[in-house]
């Protein structure tokens, strides 16, 4: 016998189901009274640093049919490429950004919508500065583990082109299932960022 | 030396893949292409954070976070465990939200049509925020079984769905706790999308006679552990870490 490792396993994923917004977005599905807020839905303040944009978009299956039950997690850096978070030690975060959001997506159009502020960019190895991102995080019923995608911005094309996960990717056929479009509706830029779980345009998902 | 260093890279092999035929909603939501790895950046490696002041008392009291006249009807239980990593150290300060069907199985959400009623004293969402030795204790009822349209004569089996926050978005982890004894559990199309009956066991939290309060709740033991970070020896840091 050798000596052991003594190391864990991680508790093994099962899908979020249909009803994750009671958990998660409690207040949303009409559970009132339990707790005040649900966590997430605001992640701007007015003092908040940055340029205020609209994040929005939908996620198809394999049908081409949004999905009506699904919750989306987004987590970003501030407007100075900093994230808020006790792991970051490169300097101190926007105190008014917590960075992180989540919202269901409509019961009825299956579009999902964040207010959020454009972030800078963060560095990877050695220096070199990924583009400007933000993390996406997809559960939903028929989802059996959490999918992790990012969300890139489409008036960054340099950037874009410098970044060195962006250039992971074998085919540069999908590499713009990445990127939003930038457009402007109510006067606020918006981006529009389709997530597309199958087929010819499926998003590219991470293993992180 | 520190674990400042990325995260173990997750078994696959171990978690449900995601095209699973058995569980019918899989099969048109589950992406077709290989996943494209990633290191982990600093993206990953940090995380929200949530201070106990965002908790309410009634929090993790499930029985009584929603009641209006009086407790929620069901088997009195109460669920607690510690949150580790898979270096087997606590996770402090992890945020982790249940959500359940009532003692009759039945949901409280308006896409929910299950015949059975709802419980006017019941909504079935908790959450708790784990202390400095990883440690979280919840009360609630019991859920019940349901059927569900998959099969024409699917059941679920008892089971309250769990999401964890640990310190970093690599962390970030959806799953059900099940309960010892049930043999419903291995009828399910949905616990059968894990491959391995270890990692499935894993998820049947064990009745704990020792931790049940006399003529009030039965107690079972739950821990869950997120994935843990290699120790940075010899490494270089990576930038921003």
């Known amino acids: 016998m050798v000596q052991k490792l003594d190391r864990l396993k991680e508790t093994p994923s099962q899908t979020a189901g249909p009803y994750v917004h009671i958990g998660a977005t409690p207040n949303w599905v009409e559970i009132t009274g339990v707790w005040n807020e649900d966590l997430g839905l605001v992640l701007v303040a007015p003092e908040t640093k940055g340029e205020r944009i609209i994040v929005k978009g939908r996620i198809f299956d394999g049908s081409g049919t949004p999905l009506k039950d699904a919750l989306v997690e987004i987590w970003q850096a501030d407007a100075q490429g900093l994230y808020n978070s006790p792991q970051e030690k490169r300097g101190k975060a926007d105190p008014h950004f917590t960075g ?47 999918l992790h995608t990012r969300m890139y911005f489409g008036d960054e094309e340099k950037a874009n082109g410098e970044c060195p996960v962006l250039a992971r990717i074998e085919h540069k056929v999908r590499v713009p299932t990445l990127i939003a479009s930038r457009s402007e509706e109510n006067g606020m830029p918006t981006y529009t960022f389709d997530i597309h779980l199958q087929g010819e345009k499926e998003t590219v998902f991470f293993d992180i | 030396m520190s674990d400042q260093g990325s995260f173990y890279q997750r078994d696959r092999s171990w978690h449900p893949p995601a095209f699973t035929p058995q569980y019918k909603t899989s099969i048109l939501r589950s992406p077709q292409y290989p996943l494209l790895s990633l290191e982990n950046t600093i993206s990953e490696l940090t995380g929200p954070v949530f201070g106990h002041d965002k908790l309410g008392p009634l929090d993790n009291d499930l029985i009584r976070n929603f ?51 709802l419980d006017p004293n019941f909504g079935g969402c908790g959450r708790v925020i784990t202390d400095e030795e990883g440690r979280y204790w919840i009360r609630t009822i019991k859920p019940g079984a349901y059927p569900w349209p998959n099969g024409v004569n699917d059941w679920r089996p008892a089971h309250i769905h769990f999401s964890v926050f640990g310190h970093a978005f690599a962390q970030r982890l959806i799953s059900q706790l099940y309960f010892e004894g049930d043999p419903m559990i291995w009828q399910c199309p949905i616990v059968s999308t894990i491959p391995d009956k270890q990692a499935i066991e894993r998820l049947i939290a064990a009745l704990d006679r020792e931790n049940t309060l006399p003529m009030d709740a039965l107690a079972y033991k739950f821990d869950i552990v997120l994935r843990g970070r290699r120790s940075t020896m010899f490494e270089n840091r990576m930038e921003g870490n």
Request: hydrophobic share 35%; glycine share 12%.
């Open chain 2, 67 to 117: 009641a209006k006249t009086g407790d929620a009807i069901g088997q009195r239980i109460i669920v607690y465990g510690r949150v580790l990593d898979e270096n087997a150290r606590p996770v402090p300060g992890a945020l982790v939200e249940f959500w359940q069907a009532n003692a009759g199985g039945r949901y409280r959400h308006k896409k929910e049509t299950y015949l059975a009623p």
């Open chain 1, 100 to 146: 992180w959001g989540r919202q269901p997506t409509d019961g009825t159009t299956g579009e999902y919508k964040f207010e959020t502020i454009k972030p800078g960019r963060v560095p990877y190895k050695e220096s070199r500065l990924m583009a400007p991102h933000i993390t996406f995080w997809i559960v939903a019923r028929g989802i059996n583990i959490g």
